[in-house]
C-alpha cells in the first residue's frame, strides 16, 4: 500500500512540472468563432479604392473564416449575412463560399453600392448559417481607406468697408422776382437724399450774406429723418436790408447729420451756398462782382497733401479796396498755411488776385464732398 502511494505522488508531481513547462495558453481551447481575414475596397468598376470621403460610393468584400464548421456541412444558400450600423449605409449582400471538401469554411462576403457617411471607420455585420442551428455571431473591423470629414469652421464674417456718406441735393424754389430793400421773402429750401442710407437727426445752418437777413430770430433748424432717395424741405424768411450792397445775394446751408455706414453710426456735413436775386438803387454804385475760381484738383486720398489755387476776379466797374481773403474747410481737410487769412493789394475792374493754399486731408474722410469755403472782404466807392 505505501509502494503505490508513493506513486501516485510521483505521477502528480511530474504532471505538475509538464504544466509548468508549456507554453500559456496551451490548455485553452482554440476559439471557434468565424473571424475577418481580410477585406477589398472597390469601386463601380472594380477598381481598388485608396481612400473613401464623404458620401463615396465603394463596393467592399470581405473575407471570412470559420473554424468551427467544414466545408461540406453548409452551401452558398446557407449563408445568412446582414449588414448592421455603422459607417456605411445602403448597399447589397452577396455571398460565396472560397473553401472545400472537408476544409475550415471560408467564404467571401459583398457588400455593393455602400455610401461613406464621413463618420468613423467601423464596419459591422452578422454571420451564421440557416441549416445550423448555432447563434449568430457580430464581426466588425476597421476599414483604414475612410478619411473622416472634418466639417469646415464657418470663417468670421470679415469687417465691411466704410460707406461714404450719402450725397445731398440743396434746391430752393423758383424767385420770379428779386427781392427789394427792407423787403421779406418767403423761401422754400429742399434737401434731397441721393444715397441709400438714412440721414438721421439732420440739422440746418443758414448763414445769409450780408444785406439780406434771416427772420424769426434762429438760423439752425432741426429736421425730420430724411430716409433713402427720399427729400424734404424747409420754409424759411429772409428780409433784405435798408441798403443792398450787391445784386448776387446768397444764402449758405449746411446740413448736419447722422448715418450709417455699414460700420457704426457716424457724422456728416453737407454744406453749399444758394443765390438770392436782389434789386440795387441805380443812384450807386453796385457793388463789385466778385468771380472766384479754382486751380483743378484731382480727387483725394486720406491722409494726402495737395495745393491749390484760388482766384479772385473782379468782374465790376470799380476796384476793390484793401480786399482781405479768408478761408475755410471742411471737418475732412485742413489748411497748412501759417494763416487763413491774406492780405491782398488793391484789384482793378477786370484784373485777379490769387492765393495759393496748401490743403491736407485728415486720416479719414468722412465724406465724398469736401470743400473750401472763402470769404473776400472789400471796400469800394459808391
Not at 465790376?316 to 487763413?340: M, Y
Amino acid at each position: 500500500m505505501k509502494q503505490v502511494i508513493k506513486n501516485m505522488i510521483l505521477s502528480c508531481l511530474v504532471l505538475a512540472a509538464m504544466l509548468s513547462i508549456l507554453p500559456p495558453g496551451a490548455m485553452a481551447a482554440q476559439s471557434d468563432d468565424p473571424v475577418v481575414t481580410g477585406y477589398k475596397v472597390t469601386n463601380a468598376s472594380g477598381s481598388t479604392v485608396a481612400s473613401i470621403r464623404k458620401g463615396d460610393k465603394v463596393d467592399i468584400t470581405v473575407s471570412v473564416k470559420d473554424i468551427g464548421t467544414t466545408t461540406d456541412k453548409t452551401t452558398n444558400g446557407d449563408l445568412d449575412i446582414t449588414k448592421l450600423v455603422d459607417s456605411f449605409s445602403g448597399g447589397k449582400v452577396s455571398a460565396a463560399i472560397t473553401s472545400s471538401g472537408t476544409a475550415s469554411l471560408t467564404y467571401d462576403v459583398t457588400f455593393s453600392g455602400l455610401t461613406y457617411s464621413g463618420s468613423g471607420k467601423n464596419f459591422r455585420m452578422m454571420a451564421g448559417y440557416k441549416n445550423i442551428s448555432s447563434s449568430y455571431d457580430n464581426l466588425e473591423f476597421a476599414v483604414t481607406e475612410a478619411v473622416e470629414y472634418d466639417e469646415p469652421k464657418p470663417e468670421p464674417p470679415g469687417t465691411p468697408e466704410a460707406a461714404p456718406a450719402p450725397m445731398v441735393l440743396i434746391s430752393r424754389n423758383d424767385i420770379k422776382t428779386p427781392i427789394s430793400a427792407g423787403k421779406e421773402m418767403d423761401l422754400t429750401v429742399t434737401f434731397q437724399n441721393l444715397g441709400y442710407a438714412t440721414l438721421s437727426s439732420p440739422v440746418v445752418t443758414f448763414t445769409p450774406s450780408e444785406s439780406i437777413m434771416l427772420t424769426g430770430g434762429s438760423t439752425s433748424f432741426a429736421l425730420s429723418d430724411i430716409g433713402g432717395k427720399k427729400t424734404q424741405s424747409i420754409s424759411i424768411r429772409v428780409k433784405a436790408q435798408d441798403s443792398i450792397s450787391s445784386a448776387t445775394q446768397s444764402l449758405g446751408v449746411e446740413l448736419k447729420f447722422n448715418y450709417y455706414n455699414n460700420i457704426s453710426s457716424t457724422q456728416a456735413t453737407v454744406s453749399d451756398k444758394i443765390s438770392i436775386p436782389a434789386a440795387v438803387s441805380k443812384l450807386s454804385n453796385q457793388q463789385p462782382p466778385v468771380i472766384v475760381t479754382r486751380s483743378a484738383v484731382k480727387p483725394i486720398s486720406a491722409g494726402q497733401t495737395f495745393d491749390m489755387t484760388v482766384t479772385f476776379k473782379n468782374a465790376g466797374k470799380v476796384a476793390l479796396q484793401s480786399p482781405v481773403a479768408t478761408f475755410s474747410t471742411s471737418d475732412s481737410l485742413i489748411l497748412q498755411n501759417e494763416t487763413s487769412t491774406f492780405v491782398l493789394d488793391d484789384i482793378a475792374p477786370g484784373k485777379t488776385k490769387s492765393v495759393s493754399l496748401k490743403v491736407k486731408a485728415a486720416k479719414e474722410i468722412s465724406s465724398s464732398t469736401q470743400s473750401i469755403n472763402s470769404e473776400l472782404k472789400f471796400a469800394y466807392d459808391s
